[in-house]
């Protein structure tokens, strides 16, 4: 499945090569309740300390979201003062920010499986774009339409964790959002050209158990494949009904995190740092270059990181891996650590992951920052060895 012979030259848009997220999701989740970790992170309140912060690791590019739900409560009626203001603070400070346009959460009205959410999802693209340009019109403007559609059909089509809580609806599911995702780049596209998109989906691998069955064999071989599937949808080589083209694949984004890799059918994890590696565990520059090899497209690891303690040895793991690929001649275009300040979790906002580069202070109203600073010195040490790599490259 190469689409080699249709590779676009490569250049890098990124601002710097390590990126910081910033949690903003607003979808419902599985008691049916809309969050919003832009706020209730308090990023949206701190935004312009929080920019500042990243000039200490040279981090230059960041990773936002417009949050669907707050933009149009009301059908194609749009408010975009929040966006606008966060807009403005990026370009005071001179922070690059990718957007996202749908990140998990739809409006009230809306599920993936509405006849309108297409349609919705293509206007509103088309808004966004003829409000930025009206702002910038000679920025690089690069967006991702809808962040992890296949986890996101998963979640709401499979196990009941979000609209429109289904089971055994996740294909379906995933259809709805890859209409969308398609009618909205060809609509952004339309408008402008020069729109970069970028893919944000999960990067995995599932085994099957030590002494499987012929059958087990299959079922995982095939499980892993359809990570893929969501990607393909976009490249018109599955569900070509849906109008996807080669052309729309740009810069396909890839997130990672400790818990990717699993033993398909059992729950069971397979474990990063064990003293005796499983042997079916494969390192994650092997995941990125196959993902590459596939599409023929330049990547970028668009989100990582791990919870607690384990945090600094992670990081220095991740500079490993991306310096590896690179070595390797890859176009690895970017590593964006999210969430890069802590957020709650969705469905019990009382439990705060302690997966960021600061910490929440949450003695204060809105949380304030407190930096783990062993992940802050081992992110440096990872900084320099992907810079080495990068020099010994190039």
């Not at 490569?10 to 919003?36: H, I, K």
């Not at 929440?360 to 600073?373: E, N, Q």
């Amino acid at each position: 499945m190469l689409l080699n012979s249709t590779v676009p030259s490569v250049t890098n848009p990124f601002r710097s090569f390590w990126w910081a997220g910033y949690e903003c999701t607003d979808q419902q989740n599985c008691f049916g309740n809309r969050v919003d970790l832009l706020r209730q992170s308090g990023h949206l309140q701190l935004i312009h300390e929080d920019y500042k912060r990243l000039d200490a690791f040279n981090i230059r590019t960041v990773r936002e979201g417009i949050q669907w739900s707050q933009v149009e409560k009301r059908a194609y009626q749009y408010d975009w003062s929040v966006v606008e203001a966060m807009l403005v603070e990026g370009h005071r400070q001179g922070i690059q920010q990718v957007w996202d346009l749908c990140h998990f959460g739809y409006p009230d009205d809306l599920t993936p499986l509405h006849p309108m959410f297409a349609r919705r999802f293509a206007a509103l693209c088309r808004a966004f774009v003829h409000f930025y340009r009206g702002h910038y019109p000679d920025d690089t403007l690069i967006v991702t339409p809808i962040n992890e559609a296949s986890f996101m059909a998963w979640l709401g089509g499979d196990v009941r964790g979000t609209s429109p809580y289904c089971t055994k609806q996740g294909w379906e599911v995933k259809i709805g959002l890859m209409r969308a995702y398609i009618e909205g780049v060809a609509a952004m596209r339309e408008i402008d050209p020069t729109i970069r998109i970028l893919t944000t989906e999960p990067l995995v691998q599932m085994v099957p158990p030590l002494n499987a069955t012929k059958q087990q064999i299959i079922n995982a071989a095939i499980a892993d494949e359809n990570q893929f599937q969501s990607v393909d949808m976009l490249a018109g080589i599955l569900a070509p009904h849906l109008g996807g083209s080669p052309e729309y694949l740009d810069i396909l984004g890839f997130n990672y995190y400790y818990n990717n890799q699993w033993v398909e059918g059992t729950g069971q994890f397979l474990g990063w740092n064990d003293y005796r590696p499983d042997s079916r565990w494969v390192p994650l520059r092997q995941l990125l270059i196959k993902a590459y090899r596939r599409y023929g497209r330049p990547i970028a690891l668009t989100e990582t990181s791990h919870p607690g303690i384990d945090r600094p040895v992670w990081i220095e793991m991740i500079g490993r891996e991306c310096a590896a690929v690179t070595q390797a001649g890859i176009p690895l275009l970017g590593a964006c650590l999210y969430p890069i300040v802590d957020r709650p979790d969705w469905d019990h906002l009382d439990q705060w992951h302690r997966s960021g580069l600061w910490d929440a202070d949450l003695s204060t109203t809105p949380p304030g920052r407190v930096l783990f600073k062993p992940y802050a010195d081992a992110l440096l040490r990872a900084q320099a060895v992907v810079m080495e790599a990068s020099l010994l490259t190039h």
